[in-house]
C-alpha cells in the first residue's frame, strides 16, 4: 500500500481540458478521502487532477491572523459567493511563536479553527505555512529570537540556529494541518514550499529540496513554489515533481516560462494583484481591475488565487516594511486593503460584482454573497492625560553602548538612549543606524525628528552648548523589513557607531517599552523630571449597540492606539491612513476604554470619532506595482 494517495500520474488517460468549459458541477470537501494529483505534461505543462478529472483552482488569498475570528467565516462564505473554490492563506510564524519554544495557537491563531471552516463552507485549500511569507508582514513571519544575533542566517542550510528554529516550527505547523490533508478527509489540496525564494539573494536548492524532503516524510503533498514570472526568479528553485506557482500569471508569456523551467508539471497564478501594498507617506487604496486576467483565466481553464481577496488589518505590531537599495526603509500602513474586492472592514467592493459576473458564465449554482457588517459612526471623545511616556520605560542592561531591541528580546516598542555632551561648539551627530523613527533632544529639547526612510546614516546638528547637556534619543522601532535582501539584517533602535564631531560618544543608558497594553493597564504618578514628548491619554466610549467602526486619529500625531486592550496599530499623520479598523467584536455594550500612547508634543488631547467608513480622500496616487520593483 502506497504511504501517501498524492504521485504524478504519468499515464492517466483523460479527455482533453478544453477551453470555455462550463464547470457544471464540482467536488467539494466532505470528510472523506479524495485524491488531489498532477497529471504529467511531459514536454508541455501538467494538469491539477482532483478525483481523476481536471481541476481549476480559483482561490482567494484571506490571512485568518488578520481578521477578527468571529469573521472567518463570513469571509469564506464571500469567497465562496464569487464563485471561487479554494481559500490560500499565509501561517505567520511569528505570532504563534513570539517566545522561543512557546506556540499559541488561540485566537485569530487557531489555524485548525480556520481549516476546519473552510472545510465546513466546502472550500479547498492552498497552505502555506512558511517558513518564510513576506506579505507584508513584520520579518516576514520570522520571529524575532531569531534576530538576537547581529548575523543570523535567514533560509539557509548553513545557520544551524535558523535550522533548528525552522524545524521546530515546521512540525508544529505540519502537525496543526495533518488532519485536514485532502486524503485524510480534509480541504488541504496542496502545500507551498516557502514563498518567493527567486527573490532572494541566496538561493539555495538544496535547501529547497530540504523543505520537500521534510514535508514529504511528515507525509504531505502534493507541492507547489510561488516565484515570480520569469527565468530569472525559477532556476533554481523550481523543484522536479512540484508545480509552479507564479505572481504573477495573466498571460501565455508566464505559463510559457514555467513550462521551461519544469515541463509537465501545472502551473498556475498563485498571486493575482488585485491592488498593491501601501507605506507610510503613499496614496490610498487604488485597486486593479482584473476583469480581464478572470475572463482570460476562464476562457482557457488557468487556475489562478486572487491575492489578496481580502486583506484585513495588521492589527498590534505586525504591519511589515520594505526596502530598496541598501540604505532606503519603508514602513507599511496598518491596513492591508490592498485595494481588494473585499475591504478592510469586509464590505463588498464593485470590483467584486464584475467579477462574479464573469465567473458565473462558466460556473453554475454560484451561491448569493453574505450581507455586509453593519457599521457605525459614534459620538466624538476627547481623552484625557494619563502618564508621561517616562512612567512606562524600564532600564536596559546595555553595557554601556548603544544596541538594538532584539538584543534583548524586544520586537518594536520604543526605547531612550542616553548620554552627555560636553560644554563645546556647535557639530554634526551621527547615527551608523537609526531605525526607525524618533527625537533627537538635547536637554529635553526636540532639536529633530527623524524617520530613517531613503536615509542611510541618519545626521543632526548640535548647537553650542555653554555646560554639559544631557543628549536624549527617543525611537520607535517599527515593522521589520520583511522582502529583499535587507530583512536578514535589519535591527531597531540604535547601533552601530554613534559620533559628534567625529568623535564616538560612549557611556550611554537605555531604557524601553515594548508597548504591550500590560504596560499601559496599570498606571501611577510620574516621578522625577519629565523629558519625553506626548504621552498615555485615556477616554471611555459608552455604546448602547455594537457594530465595526473607523476611529478617526487625524487630528493626533504618531502613535498607537487600544481599545479595551487589543492593540489597533499605528496611527500616523503622515498618512495616507488616518482611520483605524475597530471591529464589531473588540467592542461591548457600556464603557469601552480608549487608550492613546502618543510620541509627539501635544498642548491639548484632541478629539476621536468613529466613522462607518475608512477616508478616502488622501489626494496622493501612487503606483500598483504588480510585484514589479
Known amino acids: 500500500m502506497k504511504s501517501t494517495l498524492f504521485y504524478i500520474l504519468a499515464t492517466l488517460s483523460l479527455t482533453p481540458f478544453l477551453a470555455g468549459t462550463t464547470f457544471a458541477s464540482e467536488d467539494v470537501p466532505n470528510g472523506k478521502p479524495q485524491r488531489f494529483e498532477f497529471k504529467d505534461g511531459g514536454k508541455e505543462l501538467g494538469t491539477f487532477m482532483l478525483n481523476g478529472k481536471p481541476f481549476q483552482i480559483r482561490g482567494a488569498e484571506i490571512h485568518p491572523q488578520r481578521i477578527p475570528k468571529e469573521y472567518w467565516r463570513h469571509r469564506v462564505q464571500q469567497a465562496k459567493a464569487m464563485g471561487l473554490n479554494t481559500i490560500a492563506f499565509y501561517v505567520f510564524w511569528n505570532a504563534i511563536e513570539k517566545e522561543e519554544g512557546k506556540f499559541d495557537w488561540s485566537g485569530e491563531n487557531d489555524i485548525a479553527g480556520f481549516l476546519k471552516i473552510c472545510q465546513e463552507e466546502k472550500m479547498w485549500v492552498l497552505y502555506r505555512p512558511g517558513p518564510y511569507t513576506c506579505g507584508e508582514w513584520d520579518a516576514g513571519g520570522i520571529p524575532n529570537y531569531l534576530y538576537k544575533k547581529p548575523d543570523t542566517g535567514l533560509r539557509t542550510l548553513k545557520d544551524p540556529d535558523f535550522m533548528k528554529a525552522q524545524t521546530r516550527w515546521l512540525k508544529a505547523a505540519a502537525k496543526v494541518a495533518k488532519p485536514y490533508l485532502v486524503q485524510n478527509g480534509g480541504p488541504i489540496i496542496m502545500t507551498q514550499l516557502e514563498n518567493e525564494y527567486g527573490s532572494f539573494y541566496r538561493r539555495e536548492t538544496e535547501y529547497m529540496r530540504w523543505l520537500k524532503d521534510f514535508w ?150 454560484i451561491p448569493e454573497p453574505p450581507k455586509d457588517m453593519p457599521a457605525m459612526e459614534t459620538k466624538a471623545i476627547k481623552p484625557k492625560f494619563v502618564a508621561p511616556l517616562d512612567t512606562y520605560m524600564q532600564a536596559v542592561k546595555a553595557k554601556g553602548q548603544p544596541t538594538y ?61 555653554k555646560a554639559p547637556a544631557e543628549l536624549t534619543i527617543f525611537v520607535e522601532g517599527m515593522g521589520h523589513i520583511n522582502f529583499g535582501n535587507q530583512m536578514e539584517k535589519d535591527r531597531k533602535g540604535i547601533y552601530g557607531k554613534v559620533t559628534f564631531a567625529g568623535k564616538e560618544l560612549k557611556n550611554w543608558t537605555v531604557s524601553a517599552c515594548p508597548m504591550l497594553y500590560s504596560d499601559f493597564a496599570e498606571t501611577q504618578a510620574a516621578k522625577g523630571k519629565w523629558i519625553l514628548p506626548g504621552g498615555h491619554y485615556r477616554a471611555t466610549l459608552t455604546l448602547t449597540k ?5 476611529l478617526d486619529m487625524s487630528r493626533w500625531h504618531k502613535g498607537v492606539v487600544y481599545v479595551n486592550g487589543k492593540n489597533l496599530g499605528r496611527y500616523w499623520e503622515l498618512g495616507a491612513q488616518q482611520r483605524l479598523y475597530c471591529p464589531a ?33 488622501s489626494g496622493k496616487q501612487t503606483e500598483n506595482k504588480n510585484n514589479v520593483w
Not at 411 to 426: D, E, I, S
Not at 546 to 550: K, M, R, S
Request: charged share 20%; with cysteine; proline share 6%.
Open 405 to 465: 531591541f532584539e538584543a534583548w528580546g524586544q520586537n518594536q516598542g520604543v526605547a531612550t538612549y542616553k548620554t552627555k555632551l560636553p560644554a563645546g561648539p556647535a557639530g554634526t551627530l551621527v547615527f551608523e543606524h537609526f531605525n526607525d523613527w524618533g527625537h533627537i533632544m538635547l536637554d529635553g529639547k526636540i532639536l529633530s525628528t527623524v524617520y530613517r526612510k531613503d536615509v542611510k546614516n541618519v545626521s543632526v546638528e548640535i548647537p553650542e552648548r
Open 216 to 365: 514529504t516524510k511528515e507525509g504531505f503533498g502534493p507541492f507547489y513554489t510561488s516565484d515570480g514570472a520569469s527565468d530569472g526568479h525559477m532556476r533554481g528553485v523550481v523543484l522536479p515533481g512540484v508545480a509552479v506557482g507564479m505572481d504573477p500569471a495573466q498571460n501565455d508569456a508566464a505559463f510559457a516560462a514555467a513550462q521551461r523551467n519544469n515541463p509537465g508539471m501545472p502551473a498556475f497564478s498563485s498571486e493575482t494583484y488585485p491592488g498593491w501594498l501601501r507605506h507610510w507617506g503613499e496614496g490610498n487604496w487604488n485597486p486593479t481591475n482584473l476583469s480581464s486576467s478572470i475572463e482570460w483565466y476562464m476562457k482557457n481553464n488557468k487556475s489562478f488565487s486572487i491575492f489578496v481577496f481580502h486583506g484585513g488589518t495588521n492589527f498590534g505590531f505586525t504591519a511589515g516594511a520594505n526596502s530598496e537599495g541598501t540604505g532606503g526603509y519603508s514602513a507599511d500602513l496598518t491596513s492591508y486593503d490592498y485595494g481588494s474586492p473585499i475591504a478592510e472592514n469586509g464590505k463588498i467592493m464593485p470590483e467584486y460584482h464584475q467579477y462574479r459576473a464573469i465567473i458565473a458564465k462558466y460556473v453554475k449554482n
Open 546 to 550: 455594537v457594530q465595526d467602526t473607523f
Open 585 to 617: 467584536p473588540f467592542l461591548k455594550k457600556g464603557k469601552n476604554v480608549i487608550d492613546v500612547i502618543e510620541f509627539c508634543p501635544m498642548e491639548k488631547p484632541e478629539e476621536i470619532k468613529g466613522f462607518p467608513f475608512r477616508n478616502t480622500d
